[in-house]
Structure formats: structure tokens, C-alpha cells
């Protein structure tokens, strides 16, 4: 069952059983120890309690024996008159444990011993009486009086005593009872713990060590062909290298026919023709720029005398908002001295205190009006005289610009003349590519070898393709041995040494290299070996 399991399923599983065993031992520990802790409180608050309240009973019903019988033989003496009160507190006492025996029969419903409490709070009320008559009659007729009836209060002293005893045996029995069972459940929680804890850890010990072989197994197996795998994969790519050493001899025949390409193309790059028509239009153009940069000249000594009529109409409109300023404070300073004298003149004047408010409100709103219009104004001459500014500095770009322009068209004229010069190069490039041409020829023959190398090589990587494949059947939980068998059988036992017999006669002048286009014609299956050995993402080993 583990071997098809997922390997994330058997790490969840190795955690999960454990923690499940913790969680029932903790379970069934816990409502043990509840039971016990309910025994325990039980003999702590009932059995205990009334078993010392059953030794309180009897100690008191010996007060009261003793006071009555202290009584009869002092007959009342002086320092023993209090006598029968001290017998009536016991005999209270006494009373008030009956009835908490009575309370908690009655709770339990506990009908039996509910009559036995009855008749022995009976008993103790008849005791109780015959006691206290027996006293009386040493106190009036003496001895002889209190000895006729000494006899009948032992009677009923000897009853009480037995009674008592067993009420107090009872008790203790069950506080025995009680203490017995708490110990009988803690030592049967104690070997109950004991054992769960040992069958869990003998059930998580083995689900570990079958977990554990059913990972480690596999694995061992696979990393033993792997090593196998890449011992002939080394073989192999030691033949690419060299059939690799061979290529390289090539390529330094290919190096110097470049040399001499690269000098040609170097003539070429200097003098070309066809950049003579190219070179007279560049010309055209930058006289036409020329003329264009002339006109872009003059209209920006337009755009400078706009900008100083502009400045100049600025300094006109602030002087008349001076003026509209000056106005405006007169107003206000008229509306105040009509406001005064409207003031002055009392009723009469009301209305035309108004007026005059009105008035002076409006001077106001027209002097705020023409501040605001000022800081305007000159916010306008200012962005004005800026722009004069840079209109000038752009009428000296442009006078930069068409001496450029004339320097431009001199030089293309240059290009042109020399440009007649560079087709002479061309037919020594074509020289040169037909020696390359030789050289690619000379390495098509070598390819053979690095090829054979290559399917050698590819052929191991299958086999480590169909190992890698049982890796990751252990991870996924699928079963893939029988794709790896037939992987090693028909892969793994190809022979290495088969390329490494096989000689190379190549023709006069040529040497033994690869052909580099055959070699990355099987890269792909090399390259597919090399993903499958570096064990990345797609190999699917990341549920580890």
C-alpha cells in the first residue's frame, strides 16, 4: 500500500498517525483522570466530611453523658450548676449533625439509613430525658432517689453507644470505600498510560521505519543507475571533446579567411558609391535647413518687438490702476466724513448713513479690485521680459544653427567624392567567402564523429530519463518500473567504444573536425539529458 502512495501522503501519514495516537492517549487519559478527580472531590466534600461529622456525634453524645453523670454525682453542687446547659449544647450539636445526616439521605433518597438516623435521633431524645430526670432525682431525694434509676440510663447509655459506633463505622467504611477507589483508578489510569504509550510507541516506531524503507529503497536503487548513467555519459562526452579539438582546428583556417574579409569589408565601410547621390541630397537638404533656420531667425526679432509693445502697454494699465487706487482711497475718505456727519445729524442722518456705508464698502471692493489687478499686471510684464529673454537666446540658436548647416553641407559634399572609391573592395570579399566556403566543406566530413558521439551520448540520457522517470513515479505515487526496465535494456548496454574504433580518412588538406551544424542537430537530445541529471523543477522532486 505505501509503494503506490504519494511521497507527500507518506510524510503527511508519518505525522498524522502520531499525532492522532497522542490525541486518543490524551483523550482517554484525560477522562480518566476526570473520573478520579470526581472520586476525589466526592470523598473530600461528603465521605471525609461526614465521617469527621460522625466523630462529632459521638464526642458530643459523651458530653452529654458526661455532664448528666458529672450532675447525678455532684448533685448540683456549687461550680457544677451549670451543668444541664452544658449537656444541652451537646445535645444540640448532636441534633444539628442528625439533621445533615437527615439532609443528605433525603437528597440520595437513601430511605434505609434515612430510618436509621430517625431511630437513633429517637434513642438519643429518650437517653437525653432519662439522663436529665436521673439528674433531677440525685438533686432532690439524693443517692437513694438517683441510684433506682442509674440502671435504666445505662440501659439506654449502653444502646446509644452502640448506636454511635456503628453510625461511625459506617462512615469510615464508606471514606474507606471512597479512598480505595481513588487509588484503584489511579493505578489503573497509571498501567493504562503505560501500555498506550508503549503500543504507540511500537505503532509509530514501525509506521517510521515502513515509511522510511518504502523512500529510502527506491532512491538507493535509482542513485546507484544514475551513477551508472553518468560513468558513460563521461565517455561519451569525452569523444564530443574530441571531436570539439578538431572543429577548433577548423576554425582557425575559418579565422584567417576572415581576417581578409574583414580588411575588405574595412574599404568598403570607407569608400562607398552609391553614397554619392545620397551625400548630394543630404546637401539639398541642409540648404533648405539653412534657409529655414534664416526665416526661424527673423520671425523671432518679430516676436521681440510683440514682447516690448507688450511690456510698454503693461506700464501704461499700471499707471491707471495707480490712478483708480488714488481714486478709490478719496471715495473711502469721503464716505468716513459722510458716515460722520450723518452721525452727527442723528435721525435724520440715518439714511444717509447708509448711503455713505454703501459708498465707502464699494471704494473698498475697488481699491482690493485694483491691487489685485496691479499684482497681475506686473506678474504679466515680468512673464513678458522672460519671454523677450528666451525669444533672443533662440535668435541666437538659430544664427548657431545656419552656420552648422553650411559646415554640414561641406562635408557631405566630402562624402560624396569619396564614396566612388569603395566598390573596389567588393571583389575582394568575394575572395574571401569562397575560401570560407572551402573550409565548411573540409569540416561537413568530420561531422561524422561528433554525431555518433552525439546519439551515444543521447541513448545514456534515455536511460536517465527512464531512472529519473522511477524518481518521480515515487514521488507522484505511480509505479514506473517498468518503463525504466526497458529504458536500462535497451539503453544503458549500448557500447561506448564502437565511436572510438571507427578512424577518420579525410581527403588531402582536410582535417578531422565536426561539422557543426550535424552536432546541433542532436543537441536537443543532450541538452534533454542534462535537464533530466540536473534534477530541477520539472523533474517533479520538489514535493520532497
Known amino acids: 500500500m505505501l509503494k503506490n502512495m ?3 501522503t507518506k510524510l503527511y501519514l508519518g505525522f498524522a498517525v502520531p499525532l492522532v495516537v497522542l490525541v486518543v492517549i490524551s483523550a482517554f487519559t484525560y477522562s480518566q ?28 453524645l459523651v458530653g452529654v453523658q458526661q455532664w448528666l453523670t458529672d450532675i447525678s454525682a455532684t448533685r448540683a453542687a456549687k461550680g457544677y450548676a451549670d451543668g444541664f446547659e452544658e449537656a444541652e449544647k451537646h445535645a444540640q450539636t448532636l441534633k444539628e449533625g442528625l439533621n445533615e445526616f437527615r439532609r443528605m439521605y433525603e437528597e440520595e433518597n437513601d430511605q434505609e439509613n434515612l430510618q436509621r438516623i430517625n431511630k437513633f435521633g429517637k434513642t438519643f431524645d429518650e437517653f437525653y430525658e432519662m439522663g436529665k430526670k436521673m439528674a433531677l432525682a440525685y438533686i432532690e431525694g439524693g443517692p437513694t432517689e438517683g441510684n433506682k434509676m442509674m440502671d435504666e440510663f445505662d440501659g439506654y447509655a449502653e444502646a446509644m453507644q452502640k448506636s454511635v459506633e456503628a453510625l461511625v463505622e459506617q462512615q469510615n467504611e464508606e471514606l474507606s470505600a471512597s479512598m480505595t477507589g481513588i487509588v484503584t483508578e489511579g493505578a489503573e489510569l497509571k498501567s493504562s498510560v503505560l501500555f498506550a504509550s508503549i503500543g504507540a510507541v511500537v505503532l509509530v516506531f514501525l509506521l517510521s521505519w515502513s515509511i522510511t524503507r518504502s523512500i529510502t529503497k527506491p532512491i538507493n536503487r535509482i542513485i546507484v543507475g544514475l551513477n551508472e548513467g553518468v560513468d558513460q555519459v563521461n565517455d561519451a562526452a569525452a569523444q564530443v571533446s574530441s571531436a570539439s579539438q ?7 583556417e575559418q579565422a584567417s579567411s576572415l581576417e581578409e574579409t574583414s580588411s575588405a569589408l574595412e574599404q568598403m565601410a570607407a569608400i562607398t558609391r552609391t553614397n554619392a547621390e545620397n551625400a548630394k541630397q543630404a546637401n539639398e537638404l541642409s540648404t533648405q535647413a539653412r534657409d529655414a533656420a534664416q526665416a526661424g531667425d527673423k520671425t523671432m526679432h518679430q516676436l521681440n518687438d510683440a514682447m516690448t509693445g507688450i511690456n510698454d502697454s503693461s506700464g501704461k494699465i499700471s499707471k491707471i490702476i495707480k490712478v483708480i487706487e488714488e481714486i ?22 440715518k439714511g444717509f448713513a447708509v448711503v455713505a456705508d454703501e459708498v465707502r464698502n464699494l471704494a473698498q471692493r475697488a481699491a482690493q479690485a485694483a491691487r489685485e489687478t496691479t499684482g497681475l499686471i506686473e506678474d504679466s510684464t515680468s512673464k513678458a521680459n522672460e519671454g523677450t529673454n528666451v525669444a533672443s537666446e533662440v535668435g541666437k540658436a538659430l544664427g548657431a544653427i545656419v552656420g552648422d548647416v553650411t559646415q554640414v553641407s561641406e562635408l557631405v559634399d566630402g562624402i560624396a567624392k569619396a ?12 575572395t574571401a567567402v569562397s575560401q570560407m566556403d572551402k573550409v565548411t566543406q573540409q569540416n561537413a566530413a568530420g561531422a561524422e564523429e561528433s554525431a555518433s558521439a552525439s546519439e551515444q551520448l543521447a541513448a545514456q540520457a534515455q536511460a ?8 518521480t513515479g515515487l514521488v507522484s505515487g505511480k509505479n514506473g518500473n517498468s518503463a525504466v526496465t526497458t529504458s536500462r535494456s535497451h539503453d544503458v548496454g549500448l557500447p561506448i567504444h564502437t565511436v572510438a574504433k571507427k578512424p577518420f580518412h ?10 557543426k ?11 534533454n539529458a542534462e535537464e533530466f541529471m540536473s534534477f530541477d523543477d520539472n523533474s517533479g522532486l520538489n514535493d520532497f
Open 6 to 8: 504519494k511521497l507527500s
Open 33 to 60: 483522570a476526570e473520573t478520579v478527580q470526581e472520586k476525589a472531590i466526592f470523598t473530600q466534600n461528603e465521605s471525609a466530611v461526614y465521617a469527621a461529622l460522625a466523630k462529632d456525634i459521638k464526642l458530643d
Open 246 to 252: 578538431q572543429s577548433a582546428e577548423g576554425a582557425s
Open 328 to 349: 478709490a482711497f478719496q471715495t473711502n475718505l469721503l464716505a468716513l466724513n459722510a458716515a460722520v456727519e450723518a452721525a452727527r445729524a442723528g435721525e435724520h442722518g
Open 419 to 430: 564614396s566612388d572609391e569603395q566598390a573596389q573592395g567588393v571583389d575582394q570579399v568575394n
Open 464 to 471: 536517465l530519463k527512464g531512472m529519473v522517470n522511477e524518481l
Open 506 to 515: 579525410g581527403s588531402a588538406g582536410q582535417s578531422h573536425v565536426g561539422h
Open 517 to 527: 551544424s550535424n552536432l546541433v542537430s542532436t543537441g536537443k537530445q543532450v541538452e
